[in-house]
């Protein structure tokens, strides 16, 4: 065979070559289909007035206008007041909530516990993580009377939840090797629990306590909407009565404070994480 | 490490105690208001899970159930194009990544009900300010989500689409946004759970959903519909989310 007819075939070849057509993905269109039908279902069934939407962005900018356009400075201590206690109800929030849900973390790996356990405790930290804070904080009002007691114990109940299921999952990704090797050093299970997976786990647990004490300052902020404390009770009333700059000062304070705290409360977190730099142990 | 920890131990006492710039926290005042007989437990105790045969429990959970899904495709569909600025990889220049970081840093740290609270200032009260408040939380978080992750994507396709000649928005739909979708689906499932969760609290401000029926029953002091209604709730809540970890497990 010649170097041409050679060149010649393959030109053939190539003239005759057809792309691959592409597989249909079926997946895609019925995600598609579902997603579209979905909101125009909801958007034409739901009772929404929609003739007001053209009037939001203007009466937003008003209502804008209003809270920053004269800040006094005089709200400022106030709001900060408030604001610090909704700090102060994250915190202790956070802390009733890893008390609890330290030792649940454990009934709920199941590379520690049996499985009655695991099965039972897991469904007990399910319960509070589908309900929300402000739900608990409306239970919990005439209980223990307006005031941060209520909203605190709405937190830490909620938050329970959340960091129980976590730091169990956390727990159940830890290395089996020290765990066979504190077993087969005859070590029972509360030493193979305290000197096998703790080590492990406890940098990935406390930062997600940390994590979550971020994300319970925002949920604190609005507790008081409902009377639990916080800054919250400022925000809705200063609203509701139409005094617009104190609103303005409130809604500044929370945003500051909460970017605030979420940066240094990542930065910890990260350190946590990481262990300690190697400079810093010579 | 001990000055940490002792930071943190006066931290926590500073806040809990019971002084000028304390909570005022008390076990034992938790103890006396739980054993004490009070409405809210005599409710749970007697719960009426007839509340949710009601016809104003149905429209409740519909109206929650349309919220969520609008607000949610709505919030995520805006929040993809956010998140390619909000890193430094997909924005065109510095000066956009900063404005849409800065814009969404402060989105994200206004809570949903706050959103509601001024939504229902502006347009009140009804399902549309609902819908506005959710939709704005899904925008921060979608946002921030997504745009975490593209910071995380291979390089390798991105400098592949630069060296032949790709331009930006090329380099954006060929080498990131196929690295992407995958998470970005399943944050935006994330966030319809999120959505559907929080529209249970809108009602309480007057921004419709099931909240607004679980403050009626709460205003006429009707506990065991109450807990009917939020019973009702959780099983919504858990069988989507289930529903959503398996389709989000499909994905990933």
């Known amino acids: 065979m010649s170097g041409t007819e050679t060149q010649r075939v393959a030109d053939e070849r190539f003239r005759d070559a057809v792309r691959p057509e592409k597989p249909f993905n079926w997946f895609r269109l019925t995600v598609t289909v579902a997603v579209v039908a979905g909101f125009l ?18 009466e937003l900018w008003n209502i804008f206008g209003l809270m920053f356009g004269d800040l006094d400075l005089a709200d400022l201590p106030d709001a900060l007041d408030s604001m610090w206690e909704s700090v102060g109800i994250a915190w202790i929030g956070t802390m009733i909530a890893a008390a609890l849900s330290f030792p649940l973390a454990f009934l709920a790996a199941r590379n520690v516990s049996g499985r009655v356990s695991v099965v039972v405790t897991r469904q007990l930290l399910n ?60 070590g029972s299970k509360p030493q193979l629990v305290r000197w096998a997976v703790m080590p492990q786990v406890m940098p990935e647990i406390i930062a997600f306590w940390l994590y979550r004490f971020e994300v319970n300052i925002r949920a604190s902020a609005v507790l008081g909407v409902v009377g639990a404390g916080g800054i ?51 | 490490m001990i000055g940490g920890l002792i930071g943190l131990v006066g931290f926590t006492v500073a806040a809990g105690a019971d002084w000028r710039y304390g909570i005022g926290f008390s076990v034992t005042e938790i103890w006396d208001g739980l054993t004490r007989s009070n409405a809210p437990m005599r409710g749970l105790a007697e719960i009426d899970l007839g509340a949710l045969t009601g016809s104003r429990a149905r429209d409740g959970f519909l109206e929650t159930l349309q919220m969520a899904v609008m607000s949610s495709i709505a919030g995520a569909l805006i929040a993809l194009p956010l998140a390619l600025f909000n890193s430094k990889l997909g924005a065109p220049n510095r000066a956009v ?72 928005p090329q380099m954006l739909r060929f080498a990131v946004l196929p690295q992407i979708l995958p998470a970005y689906t399943s944050f935006s499932m994330y966030c319809f759970e999120l959505n559907l969760r929080a529209s249970a609290v809108l009602g309480f401000v007057g921004a419709g959903g099931i909240g607004t029926v679980i403050d009626f029953y709460r205003g006429q002091g009707q506990w065991d519909r109450v807990w009917g209604v939020v019973a009702g709730f959780l099983v919504v809540v858990i069988v989507v989310e289930r529903i959503s970890a398996v389709l989000r497990k499909r994905l990933l």
């Open chain 2, 97 to 168: 990544y900063a404005v849409v970081k800065l814009l969404n840093n402060v989105i994200r740290a206004i809570p949903d009900l706050l959103w509601a609270l001024l939504f229902v200032a502006a347009v009140s009260i009804g399902a549309l300010p609902g819908i506005l408040a959710l939709f704005f939380f899904s925008l921060g978080v979608v946002t921030k989500l997504t745009s975490d992750t593209i910071d995380g994507i291979d390089h390798g396709p991105v400098e592949a689409a630069r060296a032949s000649g790709a331009s930006h």
């Open chain 1, 232 to 282: 919250g009770t400022m925000l809705q009333q200063s609203i509701e009565f139409r005094q617009w700059a104190s609103a303005g000062m409130a809604l500044i304070v929370v945003v500051l404070v909460t970017i605030l705290i979420d940066m240094a409360s990542g930065a910890i977190r990260r350190r946590i994480i990481r262990g300690p730099r190697p400079a810093a142990q010579t």
């Open chain 1, 127 to 186: 319960i509070p993580r589908a309900i929300p804070e402000i739900i608990f904080a409306v239970a919990l009002i005439p209980i223990f009377g307006l005031g941060p007691l209520a909203g605190t114990v709405a937190i830490g109940l909620s938050s329970t939840g959340t960091i129980g299921k976590l730091s169990a999952e956390i727990i159940e990704g830890c290395d089996h090797g020290p765990m066979e090797a504190a077993d087969a050093a005859g």
């Open chain 1, 41 to 58: 279902g909801a958007s034409l069934s739901v009772d929404a007035r929609w003739e007001r939407l053209p009037e939001v962005p203007g």
